[in-house]
């Protein structure tokens, strides 16, 4: 009895070394991952700035942030990554909606339609992403090394109230703006006939895109003011089974 006592002490200890081992390794890739995540948004911002002052107009910013822009926020696709693996506890499908949602922006829409590049609600979204994204993983990285101040904390639960709104409709105007384009040159739909019998309307696809912002913009507007009164207020939020 003894000796299976000891055998069973043991296995735990090692499993509990394991465990220890696990998360040391976790907490120093998230506090890299959300440092270098926020030195490449303040590279942004600070390439946004400069290019302002130099030019004094907003013609041209995006594509001269393009490139660093893309980089970082396809990058995000890790937090995907984080939640499936368990390394954060945060739902896999909010996080994934939100990272998607911003890489179709980028990449689908932006980054496609060289005419919409310079209309005011791109350089919108774009300071809206710039502002969150900083004081988001700056929050994050001194909430790991466990130095985190009260004013940034006080920013990333505040300030969403304005940018989130901001941000949104940022991006609807975008798509909206971008909408005349897409039908005239019938860019990423397909026209029946074709070798694959489908048919696929790019345009159409941006207009439901823009709808579904109806129902997913206040049930993230709603998770984030949850999240504020748990952290700023210390409220207990009971989350309900769906």
Same mark, same amino acid.
């Given at each position: 009895?003894?000796?299976?006592?000891?055998?069973?002490?043991?296995?735990?200890?090692?499993?509990?070394?394991?465990?220890?081992?696990?998360?040391?390794?976790?907490?120093?890739?998230?506090?890299?991952?959300?440092?270098?995540m926020t030195a490449?948004?303040?590279?942004?911002?600070?390439?946004?700035?400069?290019?302002?002052?130099?030019?004094?107009?907003?013609?041209? $910013? %995006?594509?001269?942030?393009?490139?660093?822009?893309?980089?970082?926020?396809?990058? =995000? !696709?890790?937090? /995907?990554?984080?939640?499936?693996?368990?390394?954060?506890?945060?739902?896999?499908?909010?996080?994934?909606?939100?990272?998607?949602?911003?890489?179709?922006?980028?990449?689908?829409?932006?980054?496609?339609?060289?005419?919409?590049?310079?209309?005011?609600?791109?350089?919108?979204?774009?300071?809206?992403?710039?502002?969150?994204?900083?004081?988001?993983?700056?929050?994050?990285?001194?909430?790991?090394?466990?130095?985190?101040?009260?004013?940034?904390?006080?920013?990333?639960?505040?300030?969403?109230?304005? $940018? %989130?709104?901001?941000?949104?409709a940022g991006e609807?105007?975008?798509?909206?703006? =971008? !909408?005349?384009? /897409?039908?005239?040159?019938?860019?990423?739909?397909?026209?029946?006939?074709?070798?694959?019998?489908?048919?696929f309307d790019y345009?159409?696809?941006?207009?439901?895109?823009?709808?579904?912002?109806?129902?997913?913009?206040?049930?993230?507007?709603?998770?984030?003011?949850?999240?504020?009164?748990?952290?700023?207020?210390?409220?207990?939020?009971?989350?309900?089974?769906?």
């Amino acid at each position: 009895m003894a000796s299976s006592e000891e055998d069973g002490t043991v296995e735990e200890k090692e499993n509990n070394n394991k465990r220890r081992t696990k998360s040391a390794l976790a907490t120093a890739w998230l506090t890299f991952y959300n440092i270098a995540m926020t030195a490449g948004w303040l590279v942004l911002a600070i390439a946004m700035m400069r290019f302002y002052i130099q030019k004094g107009t907003r013609k041209g $910013l %995006y594509r001269s942030i393009a490139r660093t822009l893309k980089f970082f926020q396809t990058f =995000a !696709l890790v937090e /995907v990554g984080h939640c499936a693996f368990g390394i954060v506890k945060t739902s896999v499908i909010v996080t994934g909606v939100q990272v998607c949602s911003r890489i179709f922006m980028v990449w689908f829409i932006t980054n496609s339609i060289r005419q919409i590049q310079n209309e005011e609600s791109v350089i919108l979204f774009l300071v809206v992403w710039t502002m969150t994204e900083i004081t988001r993983y700056s929050y994050y990285t001194f909430n790991l090394l466990h130095l985190l101040p009260y004013f940034i904390k006080w920013a990333r639960y505040n300030l969403f109230i304005i $940018l %989130y709104p901001l941000g949104v409709a940022g991006e609807l105007l975008t798509i909206y703006a =971008a !909408l005349p384009f /897409v039908r005239r040159s019938g860019m990423y739909s397909m026209r029946l006939p074709n070798k694959y019998n489908v048919s696929f309307d790019y345009y159409y696809c941006l207009i439901v895109f823009m709808l579904s912002y109806i129902p997913l913009f206040p049930q993230l507007f709603l998770h984030m003011l949850r999240q504020r009164r748990r952290v700023l207020h210390g409220e207990v939020i009971v989350e309900k089974d769906d």
